[in-house]
C-alpha cells in the first residue's frame, strides 16, 4: 500500500544540503514528488513530500531520516500523511489566484492577509514572502500567495476586500487569475 510522507529538513546553508537528502530519499527507494527548498537567513530549509510503495520501503525512508537526523548540521523531521484524505496527484490543490503584496515592512501583513482570506475559505496553496532595502535604505515588504479560490467566492467582492485591505495597510495588492 502506498504511504505518503512529508519530510523537512533545515540546517546550515552549505553546498550539499540537498544531494544528502534526496540521496537518502533515493536509496530508500522513495519517490520524491512535490518539494519547496529556500534559504531563511543563513539557513537552508527544503520540505519534499515523498511516496513508499510498500512497506519495507516506508521502513527504509524511515530508516533513513534517522541516519540523517544523526547529522548535527542538519535537523530532520518525518511525518506521516493519512492518503485516505489526501490526493497526492497532480492538481490536488491546484491554485487559480496568486496574490502579491509589497509596501513598507510592517508587522501584521501576514496574518491580516491570510485572515482575510480564510474568512473567505480560501485556501493558501503556496506563500513566499521576501524582506528587501529600498534604495532610501528603508526596508520593503513583499509576498506572493498561490490561492485556491472556491466558486462561491464573488471575484468583485474579493478585489473589493483586497483592495480596502491594501489601502488600510498602505501597501499594494494584486490579484491575478492563474
Do not use: H, W
Not at 9 to 29: C, F, L, M, Q, T
Not at 32 to 51: I, K, N, Q, Y
Not at 114 to 124: D, F, G, K, P, R
Amino acid at each position: 500500500m502506498k504511504q505518503a510522507y512529508i519530510i523537512s529538513a533545515v540546517g546550515r546553508n552549505v553546498p550539499g544540503i540537498v544531494a544528502r537528502v534526496s540521496k537518502a530519499i533515493y536509496e530508500s527507494k522513495g519517490n520524491f514528488e512535490d518539494s519547496t527548498m529556500t534559504v531563511l537567513g543563513d539557513r537552508f530549509a527544503l520540505m519534499v513530500l515523498v511516496t513508499a510503495a510498500d512497506e519495507n520501503i516506508a521502513r527504509d525512508l524511515v530508516d533513513a531520516c534517522g541516519r540523517l537526523e544523526t547529522d548535527r548540521d542538519l535537523d530532520i523531521n518525518l511525518f506521516p500523511v493519512d492518503d485516505k484524505s489526501s490526493d497526492f496527484g497532480p492538481g490536488a490543490s491546484a491554485p487559480n489566484y496568486e496574490i502579491r503584496v509589497k509596501g513598507a515592512d510592517r508587522m501584521g501583513i501576514v496574518y491580516r492577509t491570510s485572515q482575510l482570506l480564510a474568512s473567505l475559505n480560501i485556501n493558501i496553496v503556496e506563500l513566499e514572502t521576501k524582506l528587501a532595502t529600498a534604495k532610501d535604505g528603508s526596508p520593503v515588504f513583499s509576498m506572493r500567495t498561490a490561492v485556491v479560490v472556491p466558486e462561491d467566492v464573488d471575484g468583485e467582492t474579493l478585489r473589493k476586500d483586497l483592495k480596502l485591505l491594501a489601502e488600510d495597510n498602505r501597501e499594494t495588492i494584486s490579484l491575478t487569475r492563474i
